[in-house]
Every structure is written in C-alpha cells, then in structure tokens.
C-alpha cells in the first residue's frame, strides 16, 4: 500500500524529529520542505535566492515556488511507496496541490499526525534548536543534546543554529502558523484522517504515541 503520512504542527512542535524516526520505522523518504528550501540556500541555487528573503523573515515562501519544488521531489522514485511529509502542505492552496498530485500516480494523503504543544514550549525548543549542517538533523541543546557539542552525531557535520529561530522571527512564524496553517487541522479532520498527538512529553513518548497510531 501507498503511504504517504503528513505531520502537521506549529514551528518547535518536533515535526523533524519525528519524521526521522517514521520515515526510519515504515522505510520511506522524509520529505522536508524547510529543508529542500535550506539546502537550495546553502548551494545558492536560483529556487534558493528567490526563497531566502521570505525564510529569514519567517514568512511562508509563495505557493507556486513551494509547490513546484515538492512536484519536482515526488518526480523522484523513491517517493513511487510513500513519504512521511514535513512542513508540507501549510495552507489549504498546498494542501489541494498535495491531493492532485498524488492522484495523479494513484496516492493519497493516508494519515495526518497532528503535534502540538504550548506556545512557551515551543520557544524553548526553538531557542535551543542546533542543526547540522550536512543533512539537516536535529538537536536540543537541553532536550536532546549530541554526544560532542557542536558536532552531529550521525554525519560528524559542524551544528548551527538557523537565523529564522530567532526569538522575534519565532513569534511572527507562530503566528502564520496560526492564521495560515492551522485551517488544516479542520481541512484533514473533515476528512477522518486526523490523529492528535500530544507533543508535550519526551521524544521517546511522542514517537511511542506516532507509533500506536500507526499501529491502529
Ligand atoms: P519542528 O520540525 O516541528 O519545527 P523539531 O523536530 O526540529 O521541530 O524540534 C524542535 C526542537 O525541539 C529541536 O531542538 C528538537 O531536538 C527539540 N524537540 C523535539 N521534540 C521534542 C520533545 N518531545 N521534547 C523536547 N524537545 C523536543
Ligand atoms: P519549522 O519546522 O521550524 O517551522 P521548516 O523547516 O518547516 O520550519 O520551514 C522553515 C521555513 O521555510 C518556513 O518558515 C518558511 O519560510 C519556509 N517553508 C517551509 N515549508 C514551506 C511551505 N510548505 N510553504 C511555504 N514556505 C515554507
């Protein structure tokens, strides 16, 4: 079966680091938006020089960039199975997008996890947010802190911290989340595909509650 899995949430609700571990658990590609459009910025690509204004104010990127970018990355084969989707769609305009091209090979959105956690959480979380800069893995400095300091654990790549998760730029991407991207939570719950998960506990506990709703 196809399975292609959206994880919805407010920017610091842990959307990456779950994505990891599903994409690892089911065996299919996690697709990043955020990420596509970070490495499109680290290589100064043309998508990249048009994407970063909008980034590094915390503004969401145009849909007709954003969604010819992800047609571009579902034209690649190991999507053919399923993707766990991250920050991908964020506006009802992306998420009619999303739907037509998965039709168009035959797909679905099957499930949509929904993580959250309060406004205060959020913020600590992005304020100790480092990144690395290879492949994009995620790391807490209190939360989830990587076995050297400043060095991923995974590719051995130098961590940063990204400019869009400082505390102004934080306040203003909530609330976009809150005035674009929250209409979706009513967008899939009509639909019967949402599942809330509560995104206040431990990595290990919210992976465990993904892990039971993917389980039903
Ligand atoms: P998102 O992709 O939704 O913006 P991330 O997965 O990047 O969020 O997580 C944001 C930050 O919070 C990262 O530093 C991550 O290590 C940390 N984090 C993620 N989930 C949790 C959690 N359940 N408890 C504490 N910290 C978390
Ligand atoms: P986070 O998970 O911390 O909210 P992301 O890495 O998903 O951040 O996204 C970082 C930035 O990239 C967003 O603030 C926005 O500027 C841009 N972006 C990512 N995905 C999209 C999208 N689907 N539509 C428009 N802009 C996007």
Known sequence: ????????????????????????????????????????????????????????????VSDDLTIAMLRERFMQRDCANGAILDGFPRNPVQAEALEELLN??????????FITSPVKSLIERLAGRWTCQAQGHTYHECFNPPKEKGICDIDGSALYQREDDK????????????????????????????????GVESIEKVSAQLMSVLKC
């Open 167 to 198: 505390a102004e730029t934080v306040l203003n991407r909530i609330e976009i989340y809150q005035n674009q991207t929250a209409p979706l939570i009513k967008y899939y719950d009509e639909r019967g595909i949402l599942a809330r998960i509560d």
């Open 1 to 60: 079966m196809l399975t292609y899995i959206v994880l919805l949430g407010p920017p610091g609700a842990g959307k990456g680091t779950q994505s990891k571990v599903l994409a690892s658990e089911l065996d299919v590609p996690h697709i990043s938006s955020g990420d596509i459009f970070r490495d499109n910025i680290k290589n100064d690509t043309p998508l990249g020089r048009l994407a970063h204004k909008a980034i590094s104010k915390g503004e969401l």
């Open 104 to 113: 168009s090979f035959g797909g679905q959105v099957n499930l949509v996890l």
